[in-house]
Structure formats: structure tokens, C-alpha cells
């Protein structure tokens, strides 16, 4: 079936790069996301990868895409401590979105 | 920028109470879709619509559940009679195209 997995925190200091990882089970979702949501608030897209694309770059964001592994990344450059939030990855099959359980990430000074 | 807006931001019902939770999408945009996400789980698919019909819908979404586009710009959300376990975050989302954007939530808490 669909499932979508994730580390559930990830510790940075502030100022270091931070990588996220994200697994996923089904080899037809056609677009992989990455969502941001802070304390209180809804999700933000971040940044979202055509399944066949490898790689895709947005300011301090880097997306890697592993589709033979079903494996999919986030590289935040110069972790901020405004970056402290809970990060999901989803797949898309079809319609819908499958989210991942999201990784906490604490930036400390 | 266009965002996509929810009211209320917090429902509080009691148990086999209907409630309507209200969204107003992106006004260019075409599909729009109900998530859920209970404290503490994943954020879980509803229902998608377009073109004034279903498009697909998850097993959670069952006959308590149903949505409608009242106008052109509302997209609404009924639970008939509310259950305990429907307590839980409720996203509104909508699409153009490839990315879903989502609103800031409607928290229903069901006592």
C-alpha cells in the first residue's frame, strides 16, 4: 500500500546545513512535496519534484530524488532558527497527497 | 499573494451535532480537497472535487461526510453527526495544477 515515512526530529546548530529524509512506497506518485508547518499553523509548500527529475535547487532548498530507492530529500543551506518547524514530505498518486508522519526540526544557536 | 482561507479557525460541538466547516480556495484554481490530521498523526486525505463532483475520496470519507461548492467560491465540508473521533485538525486545499496549497486550518473538537 501507500506509505510514507519519515525520522520523526532532527537536531541542527544554527548557521549548518540540515538534510531530512523521506521514504516512500509507490513507485507511480508523479510529484514528491515537502511541506513546512510551524506551531498553530497550516502547511506551507516549500518546494515540490517531478519524479523524474534527480535534483532540484530553490535558494537555500535542495530536493533529491532517489526513484529507483523510493528515497526523497531536503537540504536546508544555513539553517536558521526561523527554519524550526516540522517538515513533511508527501507523495501524489492520482489525486491525493500521501504525508509522511514529518521530521521536528530544532535549530539551536 | 492568493491564499487559501478557512472559517472558523476553531469548532467546539457536541457529539451527533452537524457542523459545516468553510473554505474559500485560490479563486483561479479548480481542484480543491479536505485533509484531516488528528493531534499527534499524519496529515490524512479526505476528499478531492472538480468539476462540481468527486474526484476521489479516501475510506475515512463515508456517507457522515459530504462536500459542496455552494457558489463560486466556497467550498464547504458537512459532517452530519459528529463523532468523538472526528476531533481533529481539518485542512482545506486547492490546486491549479501540480502544487496543493493549503489553508490555516479549522480545528473541530468533538465533546
Known amino acids: 500500500g501507500e506509505d510514507v515515512e519519515q525520522s520523526l526530529f532532527l537536531s541542527v546548530r544554527e548557521g549548518d546545513s540540515s538534510v531530512i529524509n523521506c521514504t516512500y512506497t509507490d513507485s507511480s506518485s508523479t510529484y514528491l512535496y515537502w511541506y513546512k508547518q510551524e506551531p498553530g499553523a497550516g502547511l506551507q509548500l516549500l ?22 530507492d523510493k528515497h526523497l530529500s531536503l537540504r536546508i543551506a544555513d539553517t536558521q532558527t526561523g527554519d524550526s518547524a516540522i517538515y513533511f514530505c508527501a507523495e501524489r498518486t492520482v489525486h491525493k497527497l500521501i504525508f509522511g508522519t514529518g521530521t521536528r526540526l530544532q535549530v539551536f544557536p | ?23 474559500v480556495p485560490i479563486s483561479n ?68 495544477a501540480d502544487e496543493q496549497y493549503f489553508g490555516p486550518g479549522t480545528r473541530l473538537t468533538v465533546t
Open chain 1, 47 to 68: 518546494t515540490y519534484i517531478f519524479s523524474n527529475m534527480d535534483m532540484k535547487q530553490d535558494q537555500r532548498l535542495t530536493v533529491l530524488l532517489n526513484k529507483k
Open chain 2, 1 to 23: 499573494e492568493p491564499e487559501v482561507t478557512q472559517t472558523p479557525s476553531h469548532q467546539v460541538t457536541q457529539m451527533g451535532q452537524e457542523v459545516i466547516l468553510r473554505c
Open chain 2, 29 to 96: 484554481h479548480l481542484y480543491f480537497y479536505w485533509y484531516r490530521q488528528i493531534l499527534g498523526q499524519k496529515v490524512e486525505f479526505l476528499v478531492s472535487f472538480y468539476n462540481n463532483e468527486i474526484s476521489e475520496k479516501s475510506e475515512i470519507f463515508d456517507d457522515q461526510f459530504s462536500v459542496e461548492r455552494p457558489d463560486g467560491s466556497n467550498f464547504t465540508l458537512k459532517i452530519r453527526s459528529t463523532k468523538l473521533e472526528d476531533s481533529a485538525m481539518y485542512f482545506c486545499a486547492s490546486s491549479e
